[in-house]
């Protein structure tokens, strides 16, 4: 099973700023689609923000404009940087190799995951 490490988490204030980041093992980020998804207690994972093979990014509609994905092949490293954060953010993220292609359907990024991290959590207070 391939191995991935979440990190970045933490409390940050309404409007605040973010970065998390995904180091897979065993695996080129330059050369998979690699995505973040996030859950809360009691609720439905949701995806996030996708990165395709090719650099192509896609994003759920409620954090469309506020996230950004991007990676850093030298460091093999996969980044969400967060920005304008809002208490409906606080959730556990997880980054995992998506399913399939990256895949946006009526502002939802519809896509599962086939291999996930432990997740880090991020809390944005009311």
């Known amino acids: 099973q391939l191995q991935l490490a979440e990190s970045g988490g933490g409390l940050v204030q309404p409007g605040g700023s973010l970065t998390l980041s995904c180091v897979p093992a065993d695996l080129t980020v330059g050369a998979y689609a690699i995505g973040w998804f996030r859950q809360a207690p009691g609720k439905e994972r949701e995806g996030v923000a996708c990165?395709?093979?090719?650099?192509?990014?896609y994003y759920a509609g409620v954090v469309k404009g506020r996230f950004t994905i991007s990676r850093d092949n030298d460091k093999n490293t996969v980044y969400l940087q967060m920005n304008s954060l809002k208490p409906e953010d606080t959730r556990v993220y997880y980054c995992?190799?998506?399913?399939?292609?990256?895949?946006?359907?009526?502002?939802?990024?519809?896509?599962?995951?086939?291999?996930w991290g432990q997740g880090t959590q991020v809390t944005v207070p009311s």
């Open positions: 995992a190799t998506p399913l399939g292609p990256c895949i946006v359907e009526n502002d939802n990024l519809v896509n599962d995951g086939a291999y």
């Open positions: 990165i395709s093979s090719i650099g192509n990014t």
